[in-house]
């Protein structure tokens, strides 16, 4: 499941390869846990609103407490692990000019949602591009391009890397935005 709305009161979903649903892949997580949150389902503590606990896509797929759970660890750390990556970087919301998210999440994203359940920050919705494999894209203009590979091999050169986990403004951040809403 790639998509998950509320069309008439139910619960409609996509799949992808329009094939039988046997599983959710992040950005229909996204989808449904938006909606359990909108329709009241959870609240923003990640609660379920009554004592079953699933909230039911099809007959074989639904999202359980633990789910929600799980869901809420991944989207705090993302969150604040932006937060903290941008202030290290000492680039504002404001002074950034996009945010990409690629890989299999970049073709099914489904923006409002994600920012509504906390995966981003607010602050950068207008800033957000999704952009699907760029591994792949990537990958291709390395073998056509010789200049490529060099621009490549200077990036990662370039790149610095940022303990998260002995950051304290990562854990501030991450329990921070822990829960769903303001």
Known sequence: IDSVSLQGGSVAYTVIGGKEATGICGAGLIDAIAWMVRTGQIDESGAFADAGGKFRISERVYVSQADV???????????????????TAG?????????????????????????????????????????????????????????????????????EYIDLSASPRFMEEYIENMNFGE
């Open 91 to 159: 680039v504002t919301f404001e002074k950034l000019e996009h945010l990409y998210v690629a890989g299999g999440l970049g073709f099914y994203l489904d923006i409002a949602n994600a920012l509504e359940v906390g995966l981003f920050p607010k602050e950068l919705a207008d800033k957000i591009v999704v952009v699907g494999n760029t591994a792949l894209a990537g990958t291709k203009q390395c073998l056509c391009s010789e200049s490529r590979i060099a621009q490549a091999e200077r990036l990662a050169a370039e790149a």
């Open 69 to 87: 759970r799980a869901f809420q660890l991944a989207k705090s750390a993302i969150c604040a692990g932006l937060r903290v990556l941008l202030d």
